[in-house]
């Protein structure tokens, strides 16, 4: 059954790339020919027709951003929002943008993250539906280790976005001021007293950081067009 719930999606690009070694910002770096942004927006669009879709980007790189949709023929519509000096910050300037526009759930997804599936997002956002903080995530496959003693794997997640929450509750959370260990929306959301859902997420959907991991995207995307 569709999610019937108003939908609204905040891609996070404010990054300035600092492991890519590149200079442009990796999410502006083409993967197969493609930006890897403009895939990420693409696939947005695709998996939730009817979201809002927020792009959350550096304000100087608002111009060099429209030009790139031109270049690339990207007609996808968007609202542009300025990023913070931080995650935390970028996200509530996403999520300012979305006041009184009528949203029940948002997902927010980072923006180097152009594999992941229309499932993906279709799962989260059901699931965001009846429990109202929802984080899509991979159970380890290797050993792990935690100050040089052992830990069960089994117990430990590895999180991706998309992150989908009910409006109110996200709302709510980001009028918390920033601490460090806001690493991601979860942490922010549970450190405001709510419980976070944990469904299946996919080890496809990758987080483009590193040039090893544009060769990774690049077998990926090669694998879905074969």
């Not at 956002?125 to 935690?146: H, L, N, P, Q």
Request: net charge negative; with cysteine.
């Amino acid at each position: 059954m569709q999610c019937s719930s108003s939908k609204a999606v905040i891609i996070v690009a404010g990054g300035v790339g600092k492991r890519f070694a590149a200079d442009l910002p990796k999410q502006y770096l083409t993967l197969r020919s493609r930006p890897i942004l403009i895939r990420t927006l693409e696939v947005v669009r695709k998996s939730v027709p009817n979201a809002t879709i927020v792009v959350v980007i550096a304000k100087e790189m608002f111009a060099f951003w429209q030009e790139l949709c031109a270049e690339y023929n990207c007609n996808v519509e968007h609202i542009l929002a300025e990023a913070g000096k931080e995650r935390f910050f970028s996200v509530l300037s996403g999520l300012k943008v979305l006041e009184n526009k009528n949203i029940d759930l948002v997902a927010i997804h980072d923006g180097v993250r152009c594999l992941v599936t229309e499932e993906i997002f279709e799962n989260c956002f059901k699931s965001a539906e009846g429990f109202g903080a929802v984080v899509c995530a991979c159970k380890s496959i290797d050993s792990v280790r935690y100050r040089n003693e052992a830990v069960n794997r089994n117990e430990i997640f590895l999180v991706q976005t998309p992150q989908c929450f009910k409006y109110e509750i996200i709302k709510k959370a980001y009028e918390t001021p920033f601490k460090e260990s806001f690493t991601d929306d979860a942490s922010v959301v549970e450190a405001n007293g709510e419980k976070i859902h944990i469904i299946e997420g996919s080890r496809e959907n990758i987080k483009i950081t590193t040039p090893f991991d544009l060769k990774i995207a690049e077998c990926i995307l090669d694998e879905r067009e074969y």
